[in-house]
């Protein structure tokens, strides 16, 4: 089943017009929660992130959010109590094509879940990386549906054989990965860089700050360098589908000692506790 704009329905109910402007101008956003057996984790935590994004660009959605909420729930039960994800976008909804908002227009909804295990080889042995320029915009706290500049440094990762582009912008500031954040371990202290206009907010990033405290691991939030990362003694990327992943090589240079280093295994130990407190819950 699919949710459609508040309703569950098949696929073929679902008719996606030409002039809707996500097709015409990637005019919309997206949310994407991870699903442990059933579980939707940090559930609050994307809702608010979503209500952000729609806040940022003026979409405006005819639901509460405990009805959204509602309807997550139930889109969910369709799926059963398998690890997944549930995707969810919102677009501006359908106008004739011209750049400013139309005077009136409906969002448009579309939910829908997905099978997709846990990445444990990734998690286990860690992923190799290459760095690419930041060419994207000055929102990116936003989860736009715009994601070219993200999907060709994806692609420039996979040609060169690796998991992610780790984006660095002109000022040779470290920012993300083209799909995931970036922490790196410094003599025992975690740096990421700060939240703001030029990432975004990752939940599990969030996830991870929070263990962190619990685990009295120094975290700091300050933007580093090219240099600084390629000195870290570990790195990792995190994401809602990634966790929390090693990063062991860098455009092919090992970071440390080139294998998945003991932070962020204390990390990945607590993190997957957490999963299992909200399946226990
Ligand atoms: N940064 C970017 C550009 C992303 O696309 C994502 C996730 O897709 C993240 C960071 C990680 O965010 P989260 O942990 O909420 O999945």
Redesign the pocket.
């Known amino acids: 089943m699919l949710l459609w704009n508040g309703k569950l329905v098949n696929e073929e109910d679902v008719r996606v017009s030409y002039h809707d402007r996500g097709y015409y101008f990637g005019d919309g956003i997206y949310e994407?929660f991870r699903i442990y057996q059933g579980h939707l984790f940090e559930k609050e935590a994307h809702l608010d992130r979503l209500y952000n994004s729609l806040a940022e660009i003026k979409i405006r959605i005819p639901w509460s959010r405990e009805e959204l909420s509602d309807q997550l729930d139930q889109l969910r039960d369709t799926f059963g109590e398998q690890d997944g994800m549930l995707y969810l976008q919102f677009t501006r909804g359908e106008a004739k094509r011209a750049h400013a908002f139309p005077a009136s227009s409906t969002a448009v909804m579309l939910g829908y879940c997905e099978p997709l295990a846990r990445p444990v080889d990734a998690i286990e042995n860690g992923i190799a990386t290459i760095t690419c320029e930041d060419v994207r915009w000055l929102r990116?706290n936003i989860k736009s549906l715009n994601l070219l500049p993200?999907t060709l440094a994806k692609q420039e990762a996979a040609e060169a054989g690796a998991t992610e582009a780790i984006l660095i912008r002109t000022d040779n500031t470290v920012t993300?990965?083209?799909?995931?954040?970036l922490l790196i371990v410094k003599n025992g202290t975690i740096y990421t860089h700060p939240d703001g206009p030029l990432?975004?907010s990752?939940?599990?990033?969030k996830v991870i700050e929070r263990i962190a405290s619990e685990l009295q691991i120094p975290y700091v939030q300050r933007s580093f360098t090219r240099e600084e990362l390629m000195a870290a003694d570990e790195a990792m990327i995190?994401?809602?589908t990634m966790e929390a992943a090693p990063v062991i090589t860098i455009d092919g240079q090992p970071v440390g000692t080139g294998t998945p280093g003991p932070v962020t295994r204390r990390l990945q130990e607590a993190y997957l506790q957490q999963v299992h407190a909200l399946l226990a819950g």
């Open positions: 994407v990116c993200n993300e990965g083209s799909s995931s954040n990432i975004l990752g939940i599990t990033k995190t994401s809602t």
